[in-house]
């Protein structure tokens, strides 16, 4: 877990994010006097505590089907709704309503978009209240290539181990709403069912108003640059354009503080049935500039400047939270100079403000967890100066002081090093590095980034980096471009497999 004063995130896995909001309090009031008996009302605004992301990953691709994969997610979701609870679990107190906004990617118009996120984000309201009814209306009414069908069928009826066959399941609406509750059961389990009236709007608006809402495509997290755009339109295949979106494909739910509600005609987001002239009433005076605005060689990401969402009302909503922001899990492994791995040595890591300190294992591996990238991390590692002595042989009726074990008999190099200078090696690591799938992976500064990792550092130039890593994999079985593959293949290959070639 990470915290600071901004945010504190849960957890993080392949499918998603969960995490807290800081919460600083009511904003203060400016308030005046008065001679009569007229006032005014005071009402402070919505304001979420915590929030849930799941990916795109987590659904059926073009589709508002939910993958079994998705109980790890929901999982976490769990645990906040444990520390949050909703109001149907704190009655007659007041509890903490959620909402959900599901999003969708820039490609295809806004209006399908928008209903396409519309029906994810019903899937997932459906799946935490139960609602079968919604799941059995996205089954009878495909959209476009969202299209449930036989397929999603099978995959539920194999992952609860039913026995009806999927015919009789597709034939039969009642077989199917009877699979549908199984399904959310076993993927939600007994202790993430909820009632409309855990929800901010209150169940009051028969379309889910203020409940559950699709933003279409007006919120991306991340724009990819005119050259990524350029290729991808030239490209008879989409799959590498859907890869590079795919972290525009969310669904997000947002718990609110205690006792917020609101009223659906006063809530700015439409209906999931409804177009997207609401959603543009709420757009920043530059909205469609920040949506739509690509760099020629770089791609914009949301975290940065906070720049890229069109929707005032939901960037307020999301403010410093840590589910807008991409977090990873992070594997380092430590090397000497001639490239040989470093088992047990003693390392200090520092990514901004946090410190860790530890041992690595085995393989002179460790593991960094909810890091927040792009981001650089500062190491240090050192091996013991001298390696422990053995204990001579002792006699079992010798006391304790003269076997040699108390703290002050205890060999200097069995001490954890704790001091910066104690260490022999330091780098500082790019975590910045695209994945090896992504349309950047072939850049040049994505290639340059893991040569710095490897070993070959940014401060020389870039063909020396290249000669030096090409030297040092001469005759190495493992070379790619000897096997057919360019040397950038060999780079992304080692790195991410953290195999470094060994270094004259």
Known sequence: ??????????????????????????????????????????????????????????????????????????????????????????????????????????????????????????????????????????????????????????????????????????????????????????????????????????????????????????????????????????AQDKSERNAANASNRRVMVLIFRKGSRVRPDRWPCPRVSEGVAACRKRFWSDGEKRRSTRLSDKRRQFQDKEDTFACRFYQRLLDGSPCERTIATVRVRLFDLKGQAMPKVEFFAEIRTRKERGQADDNGEFVLRDVE????????????????????????????????????????????????????????????????ASPAASDDDAIARRLHNLGYPLSLNPAVRIELFKRDTRGDTRNASAAGGGVEDDVVRRHDELAPPRKA
């Not at 006391?399 to 330091?426: C, I, W, Y």
């Open 1 to 234: 877990m990470t915290e600071s004063g901004a945010e504190s995130t849960h957890a993080v896995s392949e499918g998603g994010i969960s995490g807290t909001h800081a919460f600083a309090g009511d904003p203060p009031m400016l308030v005046g006097p008065t001679t009569s008996r007229e006032h005014n009302t005071l009402r402070v605004g919505i304001i979420p505590i915590a929030c849930w992301r799941v990916e795109d990953v987590r659904f059926d691709f073009d589709s508002s089907v939910v993958r079994p994969e998705m109980q790890a997610e929901l999982s976490h979701l769990t645990e906040l709704v444990q520390r949050h609870p909703p109001p149907s679990r704190t009655r007659p107190d007041p509890g903490s309503p959620l909402s959900v906004f599901g999003h969708a990617d820039p490609t295809g118009n806004d209006d399908y978009n928008k209903q396409l996120s519309g029906r994810r984000a019903t899937a997932i309201y459906a799946l935490l209240t139960r609602r079968t009814d919604l799941w059995e209306r996205l089954f009878s009414s495909p959209l476009g290539n969202d299209r449930w069908g036989r397929p999603a069928l099978e995959t539920m009826l194999q992952f609860t181990g039913r026995p009806e066959p999927v015919a009789q399941v597709e034939r039969d609406p009642g077989a199917r709403r009877a699979l549908f509750l199984a399904y959310m059961d076993q993927l939600c389990g007994p202790d993430l069912s909820l009632e409309r009236t855990d929800f901010l709007a209150n169940g009051d608006d028969a379309g889910g108003k203020g409940d559950f809402q699709g933003c279409s495509e007006f919120n991306p997290v991340l724009i990819v640059s005119q050259q990524e755009q350029a290729r991808f339109d030239r």
């Open 373 to 436: 990238i792009p981001t650089t991390c500062l190491v240090r590692w050192s091996r013991r100066t001298t390696p422990p002595m053995p204990p001579p042989p002792q006699s079992p009726n010798l006391p304790p002081e003269l076997r040699g074990e108390t703290d002050s008999a205890k060999p200097a190099s069995d001490q954890p090093v704790d001091r910066d200078r104690d260490f022999e090696f330091e780098t500082v690591l790019q975590l910045d590095v695209p994945d090896p």
